[in-house]
């Protein structure tokens, strides 16, 4: 297949491309790559399918933990463009484009307890789980659609100087989203263990 890896120059993104990279062709996409889009800008998304591919991965997403106290609605705006709604854009270009039997695969998020700062982010992720649950009903022609919501990546919190195995490593969370390109779940939320 020819996937298409948006925010493969992250941590995740990387991750999947290797992960993918041996059995498909692999198109890396990010903000500053050869091939270029972002998912705040829905016309930049338009590129990923300027020739055709098999499946779409989305790895770019992502909404920083913010006190509720310090929102503002510019914030709460631009994170709602960019995760949730680019992801939806996403996916419905997606939908349009991609040969019968076609997948995308999008990241949410999850965490086991509240944590603070992170409302906006259970909003997004939230809304996004309901979004693939419902968007798979109307996929026709065989399009899948599904959501891998990863908790802490084990890498992340050693970067922040925290105990990695409180999280999941980066390895296990790509065969996540590599298992869902490859098989025929469609409408699924996964969270990698």
């Known amino acids: 297949m020819k996937i298409v890896v948006l925010g493969a120059t992250g941590l995740v993104g990387r991750a999947?491309?290797?992960?993918?990279?041996?059995?498909?062709?692999?198109?890396r996409v990010s903000r500053s790559s050869a091939v270029r889009a972002d998912l705040a800008d829905p016309a930049s998304l338009e590129a990923l399918f300027a020739e055709p591919v098999d499946a779409v991965v989305c790895c770019a997403a992502n909404v920083p933990l913010r006190p509720l106290a310090e929102l503002t609605g510019e914030q709460v705006l631009?994170?709602?463009r960019g995760k949730?709604?680019?992801?939806?854009?996403?996916?419905?270009?997606?939908?349009?484009?991609?040969?019968?039997?076609?997948?995308?695969?999008?990241?949410?998020?999850?965490?086991?307890?509240?944590?603070?700062?992170?409302?906006?982010?259970?909003?997004?992720?939230?809304?996004?789980?309901?979004?693939?649950?419902?968007?798979?009903?109307?996929?026709?022609r065989g399009l899948r659609i599904n959501v891998v919501s990863p908790g802490w990546i084990s890498e992340t919190l050693e970067a922040m100087g925290e105990d990695g195995a409180r999280g999941t490593p980066v390895a296990v969370v790509a065969e996540a989203y590599r298992a869902l390109v490859e098989g025929d779940a469609n409408g699924a939320t996964v969270i990698p263990r």
Do not use: I, M
């Open 16 to 27: 999947v491309a290797a992960t993918l990279g041996p059995r498909h062709e692999v198109v």
């Open 78 to 80: 631009d994170d709602l």
């Open 84 to 140: 949730l709604l680019g992801q939806v854009a996403l996916a419905r270009l997606a939908a349009e484009r991609l040969p019968d039997g076609g997948s995308v695969t999008l990241t949410g998020g999850t965490f086991t307890e509240p944590l603070p700062g992170s409302g906006l982010g259970a909003l997004v992720n939230a809304g996004l789980e309901g979004f693939v649950r419902s968007a798979a009903a109307e996929l026709t």
